[in-house]
């Protein structure tokens, strides 16, 4: 069947290495619609100028589009206030905020900081340093053989030292899903607050951080089809208040006297110096272009890529796979390795095919460490991808061996 | 993009026989070297003597350039001096680096002329200098 979204992604229509592009590494970023490339433009030739500043029109048309954002971010993610939507750079921004405004403030010698095993280095390594400098223990929740957070893990690991529990939906190398509610109830009731890395669920189906209640959601606008340059922290009300600034300068403060500053209340509070406002045009933008598609849709057609793929990949018997493929857990990410040979040779040889898939440790060490393996492949899929892409990448896998002097 | 000019029948025999993959009995030098970005990470043992490298070998983990690339330069050092090693070094680098073009200045490369491809694909040349750098920082005191 062919994919009606396809012709919105100019990216998606050029060649590559004269083959048409197949476009297997939306973990890493996605492909941008015309919807969103067109909100880029249209801000600049039309709208730009510093919001929150000036008092002629332009500036208040530009501060209406930040702002209007800010508000369509917040529908997105069903958050109680628009306040609480805090526009970073990306998902790593979001993450080192916390560390350094909440757990650097927060986070007392003795405590204990908790992460899985399947995080990325982005909500790793700035926990590792805030327990370092804290003097807190960083635990680590680790997954039964299929990739997958057990409820004995969350009891064993969350206890009543527990004060932050960092964590991320999917993984960006298993591409399962965690048990986000059961973390969060655990961890509550022990006091602990929940911060949920995002950034490879909320492009692929609907998260409500209300009726998840977690305490911190962050993702970043260019792996859901906006501009690169552009993401979000989400935080409740009161926990945001309490935080210090994490960045100073323009725009985050009421008042500055010589020795002291009132700071500016949320958002602006965490918001110093010019934004990325075209930027937040176009993650507006991809919020609504995902509206008009749905989410029953984007997850039905991953689903369907999913369980083609899986079956094609596990009948060559050079392939293994890592994680689970139980549907009800696994999004449209695929980890493997091909016998005998390093994943960025296999990368390079798809890409003369036109293959686009990622290589190497997936900023994932511990859990390359954990699997027992130096790095893998990864296929991750979007809507825009097909059964035909799957096709393609089976065939250019299926010539991998050959090249480098190996018996199929 | 012509795999055959990348992977050559050269770069997947060193890829695939390990003949210099294995440890020495008494190296005088052991050296990691890695690629952070890409995991690749090797551990280079020489057996220097008065100035000459009396024998190499290699271990660690690679794509086939780097393991194909790291092979091949063995063949070059064993039994040279670390003069002699700077120049292979140089003239490899240089070729990577396309400042070297020329096919007469790289004949001292031999077999190591299989990864001048290699100068084309950006993403792929850090595979192919790693075990080179590894050396340069293995033999700086040795000269």
Redesign the interface.
């Known amino acids: 069947m062919p994919n009606e979204y396809i012709k919105d992604f100019p990216i998606l229509q050029k060649p590559m290495?004269g083959k048409s592009l197949v476009y297997l590494d939306n973990g890493a970023t996605t492909q941008k619609p015309l919807a969103v490339i067109q909100a880029v433009d249209d801000y600049y030739t039309t709208f730009n100028a510093n919001p929150h500043r000036g008092a002629y029109d332009l500036s208040v048309k530009a501060t209406e589009i930040y702002e209007g954002a800010r508000e369509t971010v917040q529908k997105f993610i069903g958050a109680a206030n628009s306040y609480e939507v805090i526009f970073t750079k990306n998902a790593t921004e979001s993450l080192n905020l916390l560390a350094y405004s909440y757990g650097m403030n927060f986070i007392e010698a003795g405590d204990e900081i908790v992460i899985s095993i399947a995080e990325h280095h982005s909500n790793l390594v700035p926990w590792q340093q805030v327990a370092k400098a804290k003097g807190a223990t960083l635990k680590y929740i680790y997954l039964d053989s299929v990739g997958r957070i057990t409820q004995q893990e969350i009891a064993a690991k969350i206890t009543d030292k527990t004060k932050i529990v960092a964590v991320t939906q999917v993984s960006n190398v298993l591409g399962i899903i965690n048990p986000i509610a059961d973390i969060v109830k655990k961890a509550h009731s022990v006091g602990a607050i929940v911060i949920v890395d995002g950034a490879q669920s909320v492009p692929h189906f609907k998260v409500d951080v209300q009726a998840l209640d977690i305490d911190f959601l962050v993702f970043s606008g260019h792996k859901m089809l906006s501009p690169m340059g552009i993401g979000v922290l989400y935080g409740k009300e009161a926990l945001l208040d309490k935080m210090p600034p994490f960045l100073c300068g323009g725009d985050m403060i009421d008042y500055v006297w010589e020795q002291e500053t009132a700071f500016a209340p949320l958002p602006a509070k965490f918001e110093a110096g010019t934004q990325n406002v075209g930027g937040a045009a176009g993650l507006a933008a991809a919020i609504e272009y995902i509206g008009k598609i749905g989410f029953d849709k984007i997850e039905a057609i991953e689903a369907d890529l999913i369980q083609y793929a899986i079956p094609k990949l596990k009948a060559l018997p050079y392939i293994t796979l890592y994680g689970s493929d139980d549907l009800s857990v696994k999004t449209g990410v695929i980890a493997f390795n091909v016998a005998d040979?390093?994943?960025?040779?296999v990368s390079?040889?798809l890409?003369?095919d036109g293959v686009a898939i990622r290589?190497?440790?997936h900023c994932a060490?511990p859990l390359?460490q954990y699997l027992g393996v130096?790095?893998t492949c990864r296929a991750s899929l979007y809507f825009y991808n097909t059964r035909e892409d799957i096709d393609k990448l089976i065939d250019s896998l299926s010539r991998v061996r050959g090249?480098?002097?190996?018996g199929s | 993009m012509d795999l055959s000019g990348v992977y050559t029948e050269m770069i997947a025999e060193h890829n695939k026989s390990g003949r210099n993959k294995k440890h020495l009995v008494e190296p005088t030098i052991v050296l990691k070297g890695r690629n952070p970005s890409c995991g690749d990470e090797i551990s280079l043992e020489l057996k220097v003597n008065n100035g000459v490298i009396e024998d190499a070998a290699f271990t660690g983990i690679g794509c086939a350039i780097s393991q194909a690339s790291t092979s091949m330069m063995i063949d070059l050092i064993r039994g040279q001096n670390v003069e002699k090693a700077q120049e292979f070094i140089d003239t490899f680098l240089g070729m990577i680096k396309r400042e070297i073009t020329d096919d007469d200045d790289l004949e001292i490369l031999d077999e190591a002329i299989a990864l001048k491809n290699i100068s084309n694909m950006p993403a792929r040349v850090k595979c192919a200098v790693l075990s080179w750098h590894t050396l340069e920082s293995a033999i700086k005191d040795e000269k």
């Open positions: 290495n040979i390093h994943p960025h040779d390079t040889i890409d003369a290589a190497g440790h060490h390359m130096n790095a090249v480098l002097g190996y």
